[in-house]
């Protein structure tokens, strides 16, 4: 399976490279105060993305068969045709470029669990997260660069209990936890926050593993609480989780060799 572990991480590079040109600015030069996300997006820059993302569709085809063969083609010819007459990418495209990955990324978590779920191994972690997509980055990486099983609450069975009975159930099975903390609700104070569920399961694991064992990686701008002291706390901007992984890897590397 190391081709299908080269071919997620080129995807998720590719999904970093994505996501950046959908949250870049196009008015930045002609009024840098004013924010206007980019329309469209010519082929002689982007078309490669494209290309690139189903070449490692393609080795997850013939690694992993059962899981990817029916996904339909990543590559797309440009859409959009400008009054001069030149045919880029939209923004719808692109934007269906990075849910497209997404996805393939999910199917691969979720593969992963299949896999390896009657395996209990005491060192698990549990990685918990509000809307944003970004979890699936930190699960990629735990599970490829740092050889750690991980466990996402929505992946496993519910067997009937409550969400707080499946909550502690799985916490079980883990001895460190990952809280993504991202912007997805705003006060009435202007204030962008967490969703609520993930600020009471920074409580939780607080208490459940010991203050050392839980990393909190948050979004900057959103209202981070202040009385759990010693939580390690990881910032990271907006749509770039990734910039927060080598501290996150320093400290579960330190976790797991005390």
Same mark, same amino acid.
């Given at each position: ?6 071919? &997620? ?22 009024? =840098? ?9 010519? =082929?002689?820059?982007?078309?490669? !993305? ?6 490692? &569709? ?14 339909? =083609?990543?590559?797309?010819? =440009? ?9 880029? *990418? ?50 990629? *990486? ?74 909190? &990686? ?14 390690? *706390?990881?910032? *990271? ?18 976790? !797991?060799?005390?």
């Amino acid at each position: 399976m190391q081709g299908a572990t080269v071919a &997620l991480a080129k995807l998720a590079a590719i999904l970093g490279a994505v996501r950046s040109a959908l949250s870049e600015n196009a008015s930045r030069l002609s009024n =840098p105060n004013a924010i206007e996300l980019r329309q469209s997006f010519y =082929p002689e820059h982007f078309r490669n !993305y494209f290309y690139r993302a189903d070449e490692q &569709l393609d080795v997850l085809r013939a690694v992993a068969p059962d899981f990817f063969d029916d996904f339909p =083609p990543l590559l797309q010819q =440009p859409s959009q045709k400008l009054i001069n007459d030149h045919v880029v *990418y939209s923004r719808a495209q692109m934007t269906r470029l990075a849910r497209d990955i997404e996805q393939v990324l999910e199917i691969r978590a979720n593969s992963q669990h299949a896999h390896s779920s009657a395996l209990e191994s005491p060192n698990r972690v549990f990685i918990t997260h509000g809307h944003a997509k970004d979890w699936l980055e930190v699960q990629a *990486y735990i599970e490829r660069d740092l050889a750690l099983q991980t466990l996402e609450l929505s992946q496993e069975a519910s067997t009937g209990n409550t969400i707080i009975e499946k909550l502690e159930a799985n916490a079980a099975r883990c001895n460190s936890a990952v809280i993504v903390m991202s912007g997805d609700d705003v006060d009435q104070g202007g204030q962008v926050r967490a969703r609520e569920n993930v600020m009471h399961e920074i409580g939780f694991f607080h208490g459940k593993y010991g203050r050392a064992n839980v990393i909190l &990686l948050h979004q900057d701008g959103v209202s981070v609480p202040t009385n759990l002291s010693g939580i390690v *706390y990881v910032p *990271y901007p907006k749509g770039y989780v990734s910039a927060g992984f080598a501290v996150m890897a320093r400290e579960l590397k330190a976790t !797991y060799t005390r």
